[in-house]
Nanobody, 121 residues
């Protein structure tokens, strides 16, 4: 099984930056970040493939968030800049052995515990 451990969440003012980390216990084929606010469905944020490093972003974060990886450390990062109050949510990393529609939560096999990101006005 793949174990995912997230860190880096916290409280930040609008316009600020945070970097989230997700350490995986083993190799996976792809890693994604999702977020969920209270009363809302879990939504896709970003994806990166494990082998070639191709990326995909939600329109709401495009140009502000950057997903990256360190294969030697089995760690995926989400660099978040120009944060807005609407970015406030619990952020989850997820691992997929086989991916096709990367925006769909059902495609992922393993999930981290989540880390809270709060952006104040």
């Amino acid at each position: 099984q793949v174990q995912l451990v997230e860190s880096g969440g916290g409280l930040v003012q609008a316009g600020g930056s945070l970097r989230l980390s997700c350490a995986a216990s083993g190799r996976t084929y792809g890693m994604g970040w999702f977020r969920q606010a209270p009363g809302k469905e879990r939504e896709f944020v970003a994806f990166i493939s494990w082998s070639v490093g191709s990326t995909s972003y939600a329109d709401s974060v495009k140009g502000r968030f950057t997903i990256s990886r360190d294969n030697a450390k089995n760690t995926v990062y989400l660099q978040m800049s120009s944060l807005k109050p609407e970015d406030t949510a619990v952020y989850y990393c997820a691992a997929a052995r086989v991916t096709s529609h990367v925006q769909a939560a059902a495609m992922y096999d393993y999930w981290g515990q989540g880390t809270q990101v709060t952006v104040s006005s």
